[in-house]
C-alpha cells in the first residue's frame, strides 16, 4: 500500500469577550439559574428583532487584522436553519457570504527548527445555542437558553496541517493570540474555546483529497491530539483493509478515546442558508479599522526587536515576553527611567519573582511601574545599594510604596558621604587597631572585616564601597609609622 | 418554474418535521400526498414571477432599511433600561441603553422581585411544558 499522510483542517469556535449578548442585551455569564439571563430575542419570540453587539463586532474585526485576514468593510448575516430544542429560533444567525474577515494566516515554528504557515479560510461571526440534558428516567429534555444568542467566532483554516501534535501547536498559538487580544477569555473548560476537526488521509505526494471525516466539538486540546491520532490510526486502518473512508461526523468518546460516528453523508443537515431579513448588512467604518489597527499589540518578532533596540539583550526580551503583562509594565518605567537593563534586571529579580509567589499580573500590582522607575534610580545613583533594595523590597511591594519617598523621609539611604563615613571610620579603626596593624602589613583579606564593622556602626548605611576606599587610606595615615616600628 | 416532484415535498417536509401523512385515512395516503405536491409547485411557481424582473446589473439588495442602524452598547439590561425601554424612552442610536449600576440586573432567588421585572419568568410561564426553570420537550436522543 502507498505511504498514505493526513490532511487536516480545524473549525475553531471562540467565544467573544462581550458583556451582553450578540442580538439582545442578556449577560453572556456563565454558571447563571437556568432561563434566567434570557428574553423574547433571545427565545425566539415572535416579532422581537435582533440588534447587533458593537463590542462583538470589533472584536471580530480585530481577530482578522492581528490575523492578517481582510475585513470586509460590509457583511452579511443569513439564517442557517435546522431545528433543535436547544435552538429556538429554528435557525441559527450566522455568516455565509460575505463573512466578516476573509483569509489570513498563521505562521507556527515546527520542532525541526522549520516554519509552517498555516492559511485561514474566512472568519465568521454567529451566535451560539442554548443546552440541552436529557432526563432518562422522565423521557425528557431539558433546556436552558442562557447561552442561546452568546456571540462566537468561527475561524476556519484551510487544510494546511498535517499531524495532531500541528493541529495542536496551531490551536495553543491561536488561543494564545486571542486571549493576549481579549477577543476571548478562552476558558476552555466553559466551552469558551472550542474546536471541530476535519480530516481525510491521501497517498503521499498526491493533490487528490480523500473523503474526509469531522470530529465535532473538542474543548481540549489534549483532546483535539487524542482524536486526530486515533482518527487517523482508523483511516489507515479502513484503507489498509482496501475499505474506503466515508464522509460523516464524529463525536470523539474521550473517556474510550476513541471516535463514533454521530451522522452520515446522508443524515446530513441541509441548512438552506438565507439572508437574515431582521438585520441589515454589518458595516465596519474605515475609522472604526484604524482605530482598532492601533490598539493591536505588537507581533512576538516586533516587540522582541522593540526590547533589543531599548537595550537588552536578545534572551532578556525573550524571557519577558514569556510573561503576560511583563512587556508592558516595562514599557511604562522606561518611559520615566530609560536604564533599560537596570530596569530589567530589577524586574527580573525582585519585581516577578513577587508578582508570580502572590500569582499577580503585573499590571494588577500596587507597585505600579513609576515606581520601578524610582527605585532603578536611587540605585543608579547609589542612594541605595543592591542589598539594601533587595531587603527593602518586599515592604515596596506589598504596600506599592514610592522608594524615593520612603528613601526620604525613612532615612534608609545608603551613606556615601565621606565627612559623614570618616567619623565611623576613624572609631572602628580605633577600637580594632591590632586588626588595622594586619591590613598595613599585607593581610589585605581582613579589609572586609573593618568594612563588616563600619557596616555594623552605621545601621548597615554605609556605602560598602566608599567606606574601603576611607579605610585603606585611613589605615595607612595613622599606622603607618607604627607598622614600620613593628616589623 | 422549478419541478416540485414528490421526493422534493418529501424532504423538505422531513427538514421542518413535518409528517405529510399524518391523519390521512388509509388509501387515501397517495392521492393526498399527490395533492399537496401540486399546491406546493403552485406556491413555488407563483413566486417564479420574481423571476421574470430583468436584474441584469442590479446589487443585491439584502435589506430594505434605508438607514443605518448602529450597532447596541455592550451593555446589559438593567431594571432601569428596562423601565426607560418601556417608557419609550429609549437612548439615542449608539448611546448606552443602561444607566447605573450594570450589575443590578433581575435576581432569580429573590422572592421580591415581581413577575414585572422577569422577563425570564414571563417566558418560562409562556412555555407549553417546564419543570422547575428548564423548558422541557419529549427526550431527543
Known amino acids: 500500500m502507498e505511504t498514505m499522510e493526513p490532511v487536516i483542517g480545524l473549525e475553531i469556535h471562540a467565544q467573544l469577550n462581550t458583556r451582553t449578548k450578540l442580538f439582545c442585551a442578556c449577560p453572556t455569564e456563565f454558571g447563571a439559574v437556568p432561563n434566567t439571563n434570557v428574553c423574547e430575542v433571545c427565545t425566539g419570540q415572535p416579532g422581537a428583532l435582533p440588534r447587533m453587539n458593537g463590542k462583538a463586532l470589533e472584536l471580530a474585526a480585530k481577530a482578522g487584522l492581528a490575523l492578517g485576514s481582510a475585513v470586509n468593510r460590509e457583511s452579511l448575516f443569513s439564517r442557517k436553519n435546522y431545528f433543535y430544542p436547544d435552538l429556538p429560533n429554528g435557525f441559527q444567525t450566522s455568516q455565509l457570504d460575505p463573512p466578516i474577515c476573509q483569509g489570513g494566516s498563521l505562521t507556527l515554528e515546527l520542532g525541526d527548527g522549520t516554519e509552517k504557515t498555516v492559511r485561514l479560510n474566512r472568519i465568521h461571526m454567529e451566535d451560539d445555542a442554548g443546552k440541552c440534558l436529557h432526563d432518562e428516567k422522565r423521557g425528557l429534555s431539558l433546556v436552558d437558553l442562557n447561552r442561546a444568542g452568546t456571540p462566537l467566532i468561527e475561524i476556519v483554516t484551510e487544510p494546511d496541517l498535517s499531524s495532531a501534535s500541528e493541529a495542536v501547536n496551531f490551536l495553543k498559538k491561536l488561543h494564545a493570540l486571542l486571549v493576549r487580544l481579549g477577543v476571548t477569555k478562552g476558558r476552555m473548560e466553559e466551552g469558551e474555546f472550542r474546536c471541530d476537526v476535519n480530516i481525510s488521509l491521501k497517498p503521499k505526494g498526491s493533490p487528490v483529497l480523500g473523503t474526509r471525516a469531522e470530529i465535532k466539538n473538542l474543548n481540549s486540546f489534549k483532546f483535539v491530539g487524542q482524536a486526530i491520532e486515533y482518527e487517523i490510526e482508523r483511516q489507515t486502518g479502513v484503507y489498509g483493509r482496501g475499505g474506503s473512508v466515508s464522509q460523516e461526523t464524529l463525536h470523539f468518546d474521550s473517556e474510550k478515546g476513541e471516535t463514533r460516528s454521530l451522522r452520515s453523508k446522508e443524515e446530513a443537515h441541509d441548512y438552506r442558508y438565507f439572508p437574515q431579513p431582521d438585520l441589515p448588512p454589518v458595516e465596519i467604518s474605515g475609522e472604526l479599522l484604524a482605530r482598532l489597527r492601533e490598539t493591536l499589540p505588537p507581533t512576538p518578532e516586533e516587540a522582541k526587536k522593540r526590547l533589543v533596540a531599548l537595550g537588552l539583550k536578545p534572551r532578556q526580551a525573550e524571557l519577558l515576553l514569556e510573561r503576560p503583562g511583563a512587556p508592558e509594565y516595562f514599557h511604562e518605567a522606561h518611559k520615566i527611567d530609560d536604564d533599560a537593563p537596570r530596569i530589567y534586571s530589577l524586574m527580573e529579580e525582585l519585581f516577578l519573582p513577587a508578582c508570580q509567589k502572590e500569582g499577580l499580573d503585573p499590571s494588577d500590582s500596587l507597585f505600579a511601574p513609576p515606581k520601578l522607575a524610582a527605585l532603578a534610580k536611587l540605585l543608579r545613583d547609589g542612594t541605595v545599594g543592591r542589598r539594601k533594595a533587595q531587603e527593602l523590597f518586599p515592604d515596596f511591594f506589598a504596600k506599592g510604596s514610592d522608594p524615593s519617598e520612603a528613601v526620604r523621609s525613612g532615612n534608609?539611604?545608603?551613606?556615601?558621604?565621606?565627612?559623614?563615613?570618616?567619623?565611623?571610620?576613624?572609631?572602628?579603626?580605633?577600637?580594632?587597631?591590632?586588626?588595622?596593624?594586619?591590613?598595613?602589613?599585607?593581610?589585605?583579606?581582613?579589609?572586609?572585616?573593618?568594612?563588616?564593622?563600619?557596616?555594623?556602626?552605621?545601621?548597615?548605611r554605609a556605602c560598602p564601597k566608599t567606606s574601603a576606599e576611607l579605610m585603606k587610606n585611613h589605615v595607612k595615615e595613622r599606622f603607618a609609622g607604627a607598622a614600620k616600628e613593628t616589623v | 418554474m422549478p419541478a416540485i416532484d414528490e421526493k422534493t415535498a418529501l424532504a423538505i417536509a422531513k427538514l421542518a418535521r413535518l409528517d405529510l401523512r399524518e391523519g390521512l385515512a388509509p388509501g387515501t395516503e397517495e392521492a393526498e400526498l399527490k395533492k399537496l405536491v401540486e399546491e406546493f409547485g403552485k406556491i413555488v411557481g407563483y413566486m417564479d414571477i420574481l423571476g421574470e424582473v430583468d436584474t441584469e446589473g442590479v446589487e443585491p439588495l439584502y435589506s430594505p432599511m434605508v438607514e443605518p442602524r448602529p450597532p447596541r452598547e455592550d451593555a446589559p439590561f438593567t431594571a432601569a433600561a428596562k423601565d426607560a425601554d418601556a417608557r419609550g424612552a429609549k437612548g439615542a442610536p449608539g448611546k448606552p441603553e443602561s444607566s447605573g449600576d450594570p450589575d443590578a440586573s433581575f435576581d432569580p432567588d429573590d422572592p421580591d422581585s415581581s413577575a414585572k421585572e422577569d422577563r425570564a419568568r414571563w417566558i418560562l410561564d409562556d412555555a407549553p411544558m417546564t419543570f422547575g426553570r428548564y423548558f422541557t420537550v419529549p427526550k431527543v436522543v
Open chain 1, 412 to 460: 534608609l539611604s545608603q551613606i556615601t558621604d565621606p565627612s559623614e563615613l570618616l567619623p565611623m571610620v576613624e572609631k572602628v579603626a580605633g577600637a580594632f587597631e591590632k586588626e588595622a596593624k594586619k591590613f598595613l602589613s599585607g593581610e589585605e583579606k581582613i579589609l572586609s572585616f573593618l568594612v563588616g564593622q563600619v557596616m555594623k556602626e552605621s545601621r548597615g
